[in-house]
């Protein structure tokens, strides 16, 4: 790992609100498990977001061409929110500034060299 938490700057990025190319590659369109959040109970939002997978698990819904949650906002690299942060899912809470997956979501998206 590079640099450190502070460096990365998650309101002028928003690389990991998108399904990562592994994913893709393997034609898997689910990418974030909806749990630990009281999004689910929130009728109209839960239709809005939610996808079930084949199991009936219930993940974040992604646009189709670019794989982007559906609840982000703004353009990736530049000014990149999330419409629900305090209901986003334990997956998206985990995930922290400067992580593997942090650097390796940047990179995909071209936010980093
Ligand atoms: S990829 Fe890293 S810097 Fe970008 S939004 Fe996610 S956690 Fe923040
Ligand atoms: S719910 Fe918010 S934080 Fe989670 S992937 Fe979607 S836009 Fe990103």
């Not at 502070?6 to 909806?34: F, I, S, T």
């Amino acid at each position: 790992m590079t640099g450190t938490a502070a460096q990365y700057d998650c309101v002028a990025c928003g690389a990991c609100c998108v399904n990562p190319d592994e994913n893709r590659q393997e034609g898997y369109l689910w990418y974030l498990e909806v749990r630990d959040t009281p999004l689910l109970e929130k009728k109209d939002l839960r239709k809005k977001l939610v996808v079930l997978d084949p199991d009936g698990v219930p993940h974040l819904r992604l646009e189709r061409e670019t794989g982007r949650c559906v609840a982000l906002r703004g353009k990736i690299g530049v000014r990149a929110t999330c419409s629900i942060y305090t209901l986003r899912p334990k997956g998206c809470r985990l995930l922290m500034p400067g992580d593997p997956r942090c650097l390796l979501a940047r990179k995909e998206r071209g936010v980093d060299p």
